[in-house]
């Protein structure tokens, strides 16, 4: 049984750093795409940045060069660094996961995941 469990999320002000993660279990965690993806109140959920089975990293552009995504496997922990925060940060994000690899330039879309954790608030004033 798959389950993803985030933490760390928080209010922040406009231009300061917030980390949160996500730790993992119920599978084999090194095969797997893994992703944040955020969703804003009445909009809907989009991909933020993920991290492939190869490791290879990709980001939407509104967070290109503010967020970092990481992965620990010894730990099996997601994390998603994020700097310069802007209000339009603001939302629910959520941590998802899926068999890999993906192999895509830009994170998958949110219907390719078919794990996900309970989201965790991240609020930016």
């Known amino acids: 049984h798959v389950q993803l469990v985030e933490s760390g999320g928080g209010s922040v002000q406009v231009g300061g750093s917030l980390r949160i993660s996500c730790t993992v279990s119920g599978y084999m965690y090194r095969n797997y795409c893994m992703a944040w993806n955020r969703q804003a109140p009445g909009k809907e959920r989009v991909g933020v940045a993920a991290?492939?089975?190869?490791?290879?990293?990709s980001y939407a552009d509104s967070v290109k060069g503010r967020f970092t995504i990481s992965k620990d496997n010894a730990k099996n922990t997601l994390t998603l660094q994020m700097d310069s925060l802007k209000p339009e940060d603001t939302a629910m994000y959520y941590c998802?996961?899926?068999?890999?690899?993906?192999?895509?330039?830009?994170?998958?879309?949110?219907?390719?995941?078919?794990?996900w954790g309970q989201g965790t608030q991240v609020t930016v004033s």
């Open positions: 998802a996961a899926d068999p890999g690899p993906y192999g895509g330039s830009t994170p998958p879309p949110a219907d390719y995941f078919g794990h």
């Open positions: 991290i492939d089975s190869d490791g290879s990293t």
